[in-house]
């Protein structure tokens, strides 16, 4: 069974930070690469992080510089490292692998002014 479980969302002032976790179970996580995905309010669910099998990440432009996505292989857990928060980044964010695709169920970041 395919299972991926995010955590470590919550409410946080602007200008703060949240490190969202996603832990992997019944994938082979270290050959697959996995991404960070976000719904604000209101809108379409878009990537936010990509990170490959090497380890080698992206970010969208929105978040760069701010934001920063590792994995730990030997842990099957990716990470998205969130500093300084702004209210627009306020969204239910997924976990995804890539291929296969499977998603998390999604936590909630709230970034309160």
């Known amino acids: 069974q395919v299972q991926l479980v995010e955590s470590g969302g919550g409410l946080v002032q602007v200008g703060g930070s949240l490190t969202l976790s996603c832990t992997a179970s019944?994938?082979?996580?270290?050959?697959?690469?996995m991404a960070w995905y976000r719904q604000p309010p209101g809108k379409h669910r878009g990537m936010v992080a990509w990170i490959s099998t090497g380890g080698s990440p992206s970010v969208i432009d929105a978040v760069k510089g701010r934001f920063t996505i590792t994995r730990d292989n030997a842990k099957n857990m990716v990470y998205l490292q969130m500093n300084d928060l702004k209210t627009e980044d306020t969204a239910v964010y997924y976990c995804?692998?890539?291929?296969?695709?499977?998603w998390g169920q999604g936590i909630q970041v709230t970034v309160s002014s």
């Open positions: 995804k692998s890539i291929a296969p695709e499977y």
């Open positions: 019944g994938i082979p996580f270290s050959g697959i690469d």
